[in-house]
């Protein structure tokens, strides 16, 4: 059974600072993983989505990362800003059009 | 991206009535939809996987008696909460997906359900 964690649990970080948060898998073989932000009481928005031949994608100021041999990806955020304030969400797909396993989240505070 | 509306956002029923949540894709077919519930400060947990025309798989510990999940046509699922109590408040969230939208999946806005 797949399981996710995500490190750290929150972050909070002045304004401006380049961060990185982390996402490990118990399972190797994945499909895909992809990075979700939540905002309060929301639903969940798509970020970045790697697949399992990919090394890394980039999004503006996000870049996601993934190693499936050592069974983690990584999310940077660089110049982070006040409207990031979020909680991030990893998420691995087992095969194509399965089911995902997410991890708890990383609480991320960015100080003015 | 792609657009997923789920409906209603916010819910309080009374003990013992059913709630039904809407979810919808507005700009693709989804051939597939899922449920997930999350309790605050924990992340989602999927409750039910449904393809269109037919039953919904439904995971471990999830009374399909209970949450009952329709996905009658390829752009809505639905699922009713039956004889609501207290402990079945939660944040509920739809996802859904289609084979021409390839690997990604869109969420709905989830709902927020209060049973007193």
């Known amino acids: 059974k797949q399981e996710v964690t995500q490190i750290p649990a929150a972050l909070s970080v002045p304004e401006g600072e380049n961060l990185v948060l982390n996402c490990s898998f118990t399972d190797s073989a994945i499909y895909n993983l992809q990075w979700f932000r939540q905002d309060p009481g929301k639903g969940l928005t798509s970020l970045l989505l790697?697949?399992?031949?990919?090394r890394e994608q980039t999004s503006g100021r996000l870049n996601a990362s993934l190693d499936k041999s050592s069974g983690r990806s990584t999310l940077y955020i660089a110049a982070s800003q006040p409207g990031d304030s979020a909680t991030y969400l990893c998420a691995a797909e087992e095969t194509s059009g399965s089911r995902l396993t997410f991890g708890e989240g990383t609480q991320l505070t960015v100080n003015p | 991206g792609a657009v997923v509306s789920q409906h209603p956002s916010r819910v309080i029923c009374k003990s013992g009535t059913s709630v039904k949540i809407e979810c919808r894709s507005l700009d693709f077919q989804a051939t597939t939809m899922f449920w997930y519930r999350q309790f605050p400060k924990q992340s989602l947990m999927l409750m039910a996987t449904s393809n269109e025309g037919s039953k919904a798989t439904y995971e471990q510990g999830v009374e399909k008696d209970k949450f009952l999940i329709n996905h009658a046509s390829l752009t809505l699922s639905t699922l009713t909460v039956t004889s609501a109590h207290p402990e079945d408040s939660s944040f509920y969230i739809c996802?859904?997906?289609?084979?021409?939208?390839?690997?990604?999946?869109?969420f709905g806005q989830g709902t927020r359900l209060t049973v007193v």
């Open positions: 790697i697949q399992s031949s990919q």
């Open positions: 996802s859904a997906r289609g084979h021409y939208l390839g690997a990604e999946a869109f």
